[in-house]
């Protein structure tokens, strides 16, 4: 079953004053699969970030269709679009988005504060989270106190809290350190495993060669996927470095 269907979706962006026409997107096609863990990949100014903010319902496109579930998210009312994305969606941004005034605790539970949960639900749902991501004994500290790979799994416990059907990652390890980048990674992999559909946004091979597909924008369409098959994380990362080798030297992916 599709989780995410897009559809023809095109983005142009008209400069300041009417002047030049930017095509950000023109004409993106793939679906997700629930349980599937997607990467997508491209230089700068591909079209990534437009597409995730697409996604993500923070943006609108020029043309085309974007389902979450069938339904089509252009048809949701501006008014009720976050309760949409807070229903739906769970964000893990490369910047942590944590509030320093709030403890981890309470930046994790802030979706279902503004859900109008009671307390007991909030902590049920967190007790197995931060157990899965090792976070037990850290819940009262504020995020100054912490390092940066325990904020991004406190931003990846806000995600997931409130049961989403689609986890967006924006750069999830790009303020990462290589081990703090390691077991956020292999926690991305375990939440997979237990049925978490991901789409992840990266500029890192090593975290795209963890996703079970990755999708290859260039020039604002998708040029290329990768599927893992039997490959290891090895021999992902092969294939990977390859193709980003292919579409900067302007060639044609096999």
């Not at 004053?17 to 990949?41: K, W």
Request: a negative charge.
């Amino acid at each position: 079953m599709s989780i995410l269907e897009v559809q023809g979706l095109k983005k142009v962006y008209t400069t300041r004053f009417g002047g030049n026409r930017v095509e950000a997107l023109r004409n993106v096609n793939f679906s997700v699969e629930e349980g599937e863990y997607v990467a997508i990949m491209g230089e700068s100014g591909s079209g990534k970030t437009t597409l995730l903010n697409i996604l993500a319902a923070i943006d609108r496109p020029t043309a085309g269709s974007v389902k979450i579930d069938g339904k089509e998210i252009s048809s949701i009312p501006e008014s009720h679009m976050a309760e949409f994305r807070r229903d739906n969606l769970g964000f893990v941004f490369q910047e942590f988005n944590l509030l320093d005034t709030f403890t981890l605790e309470d930046n994790i539970f802030l979706p279902l504060v503004l859900a109008g949960k009671s307390y007991g639900e909030m902590n049920g749902r967190l007790s197995p989270i931060a157990r899965q991501l090792g976070i037990t004994q850290l819940l009262k500290k504020y995020p100054y106190e912490v390092s940066g790979g325990q904020k991004q799994r406190a931003a990846v416990a806000r995600a997931l809290i409130t049961d989403p059907r689609l986890v967006l990652a924006d750069e999830p390890t790009g303020a990462l350190d290589s081990r703090a980048t390691d077991e956020l990674l292999r926690l991305f992999s375990q939440i997979n495993a237990a049925g978490q559909t991901i789409l992840m946004v990266t500029h890192s091979v090593k975290a795209a060669s963890h996703a079970g597909r990755v999708l290859f924008i260039k020039d604002g369409e998708v040029f290329h996927q990768i599927y893992r098959g039997d490959a290891d994380d090895e021999a992902l990362y092969q294939k990977i470095t390859a193709t980003l080798t292919m579409l900067q030297s302007g060639g044609d992916a096999q």
